[in-house]
C-alpha cells in the first residue's frame, strides 16, 4: 500500500481536503479526499480520466461497469482498514480535456456513480 502524505487542494469550485492516492496490490484510487461541503464530510473517491478531445468520446465514458466495480472494492477496502465503514461515501469522476500546456477544461461529475453491486 502506497499514500501520498493529505494537502489541501482545491478541485474545480468545491474543497476538497485530504487529498491521498491509494495503492494496494489489487488497485488504486487516484484521489480519495473528504468533502468539507458536504452534510456528512463525505469521504470522496474520485476517478480521472483525461483525454485531447473528444472524438473517443468524453473521458468519464472510460469509466464502465468494471472499472467502477474495481474502484469500488479498493475504495471498500480502504474503509474498511480506516475502520470508516460508517462514514458517507461518494464516487466522482474528473474529467480533463486538452493538450499539455494548454489551456485544460476541467469537469468535476459529483456521484459519478454508486455502489456497482446494488
Sequence with gaps: MVRIPP????????????????????GEVDIIAIDHNSKENDIVFVEVKSRIDKRCGNPAEAVDQYKQRHIYKVAEYYLMINH???????????????????????????????????
Design 84 to 118: 470508516l465503514e460508517n462514514h458517507f461515501v461518494r464516487f466522482d469522476i474528473v474529467e480533463v480535456l486538452g493538450k499539455k500546456n494548454a489551456r485544460l477544461q476541467i469537469n468535476h461529475i459529483k456521484n459519478a456513480f454508486i455502489n456497482p453491486f446494488d
Design 7 to 26: 494537502r489541501n487542494f482545491c478541485l474545480t469550485t468545491d474543497i476538497l481536503s485530504s487529498l491521498e492516492i491509494f495503492l494496494v496490490n489489487h
